[in-house]
């Protein structure tokens, strides 16, 4: 989102509305000027601090009565949560028609939304905006590969096509879609969404020397939070089904998780699980990554992985699943691995241990990103669908 705005910066009059964060009020702000957003205006919803300890302690009570209810009622809340996401309960209220004063005052044309819980807000807006949805990551499509990972059952099935439903109906309010890859493209052109769907890039700092150092080959890095589930199930699922395997083949090796995990999470895979580091979040993405092998055990996803394009920005090499690359110009065998069975993870990784093919593979990728996914070939597409929404020429 943050390079989708420095792309732009200098050509639009561009407006982030946002809602004021509970803990420290300026991070956001410090954390825009660090990235350069200093041609944007910023404009926090003011939120009182009484209002927003309610939220805050409203969410903390609910999470608790949730597990209360996983563990003495059998709640399935692998799917329960789906119908949530489209929602527009009255909490959301003040924040509408704070971001409708924003657009009368300003004289907006468009009103770009990006994450699946801000969708349901294209049924607020004024009709004399238009009206852009970015779609970083499909909701239906991470659904059915969710059941496919958790097993099917009747109330899952239904509870996920309840909020297909939603998604699809919701988008087809937009004036047009924006999404990160070809392939999510055609999946909503395929699924019913009927109004215009413009296929960008997604693009990350390739200012950036190669990092790697190669010297090591027994150190695999993984990036993102706990709290996005695909994530979680991935770590999961290479841990059960490949790290053991891994160590019994060369014990040296370590796993480093970079983002914010929860701690029940940690704890969990801490106590099942040996040579495997939680790092949390981290300064410099850059440092933590250097000299690792990342992996990208992804099974759960749609959207692109920004974490595979860091990494070739950075010289560091990754093995994948197909999954985790789905909509990236990567080629297995060639400028990365991609493997889907644990088997075959393992070995990937394995023939890594080969300093000139780690170090062929992450310049090969490392051109791929630098050719294809810088700053000026996004500003270009996102200025010409600006243009096509508008109607300008």
Known sequence: MYNGLMSVKKDVEAFYIYQEPFRNKTFFEKKAKEAGLDHIFLIPQKISFGKRLYVFLKRKIYRIIKQIRLKYEGVDYAYSSIVNVFSLDSSKNQYIQFINACIKKYNIDVVQMEMCSCLPFVLALPANVKKIFVHHEIKFVVDELKLQTLGVTPYRHAVAEMSKIQEIGLLNKCDAIITLSDIDKKKLEQEGVEVPIYSSVAVVNTENNIRNS????????????????????????????????????????????????????????????????????????????????????????????????????????????????????????????????????????????????????????????????????????????????????
């Open 214 to 393: 190669y010297k090591s080959s027994n150190i695999l890095s993984f990036v993102g939070p706990s709290t996005h589930s695909p994530n979680y199930i991935g770590i999961k699922w290479f841990l059960e089904n490949c790290w053991n395997d891994l160590l019994e083949k060369d014990p040296s090796y370590t796993l480093r998780i970079i983002g914010d995990w929860s701690e029940d999470k940690r704890n969990e895979i801490l106590q099942k699980y040996k040579n495997v580091e939680f790092l949390g979040f981290v300064p410099n993405l850059a440092d933590a990554l250097n000299n690792t092998i990342m992996i990208v055990p992804i099974t759960v996803g749609s959207g692109i992985r920004m974490k595979i394009l860091e990494a070739s920005s950075l010289g560091i090499p990754f093995v994948s699943t197909t999954v985790g690359a789905e909509g990236l110009p990567f080629e297995s065998g060639k400028d990365c691995f991609l493997s889907n069975t644990p088997e075959a993870f393992v070995e990937s990784i394995l023939k890594l241990k080969d300093k000139s093919l780690r170090e062929n593979f992450a310049q090969k990728a490392n051109t791929i990103v630098k050719e294809k996914y810088s700053m000026e070939a996004l500003r270009k597409n996102r200025l010409e669908i600006y243009d096509k929404v508008l109607g300008l020429k």
